[in-house]
């Protein structure tokens, strides 16, 4: 459990970066409360209600999440403290694993801070929140193993560009507020290819009373991102412990 | 791979250690051996390849061709078994910025294995040592960059390895600061096999047991500081301190002697045989008001001069 050391520090790490810390809960509660009030002022006919906003901007946090974990990593690349860290006894999965875990707690706590105040607003709570919360949780970890990528190969400043250009990937393709099916074509396409878009219309479903196997698809396609996105970090820690 | 040349006494042998980047070649073909308990110092300026050889003796870069040895493991067959037993200062402060200076010892400590007792414990004598008990709870992002050396330092030997290596450790620090880390080293002296690169002459000399000059990826020399200093030591140097040295009689003086170099304050000479008077007796009668004039034993910068036709510089 010698990870477990470094992925205690990546925690300390993370918490006490006050700033971004702020950004990754703040940035999704503001836009719900935002894109609420704008579904209010529009009336019965709006597309933006909480089910439909709730699952999507969660997920626009984890667009979040993405660009600040990259740039964790890529910043102890830039100190050397990874090349450091190189030099002990550990091997690729070891520094997957302590660079991804501690933003698990920020995932759940985004989750939690979105459907807490989606309740606020009027979201009804569910029988089947535990599938919901599955779906965001796979969903979440995807994106913080695309950020281990994004800080192994690139620098602090490449990765926040990476990063910036993602998150407008999420939020035009996501689904979040715009039904991508019905923009169709090439767009429609690389939405649905991406697995952004998947979670969030997994989510929508069960929260609408879907079960499991109609939303199977999704999720299936969400946890695949997942694993190739963990196998490729592994394959580029690999890479790098070892130039 | 057990090496029929690898000697129980070495902590570390190179084979033709080679690295390339490209058609550049950083390490070219060294052969080094190192004792248990030696001080070794890889002394040569900016991109002579010091760095590279510590990387391939820390598993982080692949030789292109030769190998080495680490307390008898291949670096390449066994790296794992050379990280259990080592560890790094380098040449660039990492530390972890947003962790306190005990928290970054316990990192240190906990990825190497050690137990949390073992870990609180040394780190506590280690905080002590390098002097940071008193800023210990502080996150080190406000530290000076002398505090960051000396507890980038004490990070290393927080899992007490058996060889450690030493990258430039203090690189970009003032004089005061400098002293102060090669006090800590001096401490380690005899205690574990330390390998240190470094581009300052004085601190090779003051620390090293023996050094290797390393230029161009080949090593130039390899001696104690008194050998490497001896082996130039065919050739005299006399300092003369003088005011009114014209021209003319600085190129006269170089028509008698093969080296004369103006200094600042006089005139360097360098020859096979010298002789005070005969200098006095001629600069003298010149005009030329002697102030001192002394031999000069040859520095590390003299052989590596001597040895590379270039000189180190800070």
Known sequence: MRFWELAIRNFKEMWRDLISTGLEIGIPAGFLVIFWALGRNMGDESFLTTTMLVPGITVFGFAFLLMFSAMTLSRDKEGALLSRLFTAPLKPRDFILSYSLPYIPMVIIQIAVCFGIGALLGLELLENAGLVFLILLVMGICCVELGMILGLLFNVNQASGVGSVIITLVALLGGIWINIETIGGVFYRIGNALPFAHAIKAARAVMIGADFSSIATDFYWVLGYTLVFFALGVFLFRRKMVE | ?314
């Open chain 2, 1 to 314: 791979m057990n090496y029929g040349t690898n000697d129980n006494r070495f902590a570390i042998q190179t084979f033709s250690l080679s690295r390339k980047f490209g058609d550049l070649i950083a390490v070219d073909g060294i052969d080094l051996s190192i004792k248990e308990g030696e001080l070794f110092s890889l002394l040569g300026p900016n991109g002579a390849g010091k760095t590279t050889a510590i990387k391939m003796l820390c598993c982080l870069l692949r030789p292109s061709s030769g190998t080495a040895t680490v307390m008898g493991h291949d670096i390449n067959e066994d790296p794992m078994a050379v990280k259990q037993i080592i560890d790094v200062s380098p040449q660039e402060t990492a530390i972890a910025e947003h962790l306190n200076a005990r928290e970054n010892l316990r990192l240190m400590g906990g990825i190497r294995g050690l137990a949390k007792k073992e870990v609180k414990k040394r780190s506590e004598e280690l905080l002590e040592m390098v002097g940071l008990t008193k800023r210990a709870k502080e996150q080190v992002r406000r530290f000076s960059g002398g505090m960051k050396r000396r507890l980038s330092i004490a990070m290393a030997l927080v899992s007490n390895p058996q060889v450690l290596f030493l990258d430039e450790p203090t690189l970009g620090l003032d004089p005061q600061s400098r002293r102060g880390i090669w006090e800590h080293i001096a401490e380690l002296k005899g205690k574990k096999t330390i390998v240190l690169t470094t581009h300052y002459l004085e601190e090779a000399d003051a620390l090293a047991d023996r050094i290797a000059i390393i230029d161009e990826g080949k090593i130039a020399a390899l001696g104690t500081p008194q050998e490497l200093k001896d082996s130039i030591s065919d050739m005299q140097v006399m300092v003369v301190k003088a005011k009114n040295l014209t021209p003319d009689v600085i190129k006269s003086l170089k028509e008698i002697y093969p080296e004369v170099k103006a200094t600042e304050d006089g005139i360097e000479i360098k020859a096979k045989e010298l002789s005070f008077y005969e200098i006095v007796d001629y600069l003298r009668p010149r005009g030329v008001a002697i102030q001192s004039a002394s031999p000069k034993q040859p520095t590390l910068d003299d052989v590596f001069l001597h040895l590379t036709g270039k000189e180190l510089r800070e």
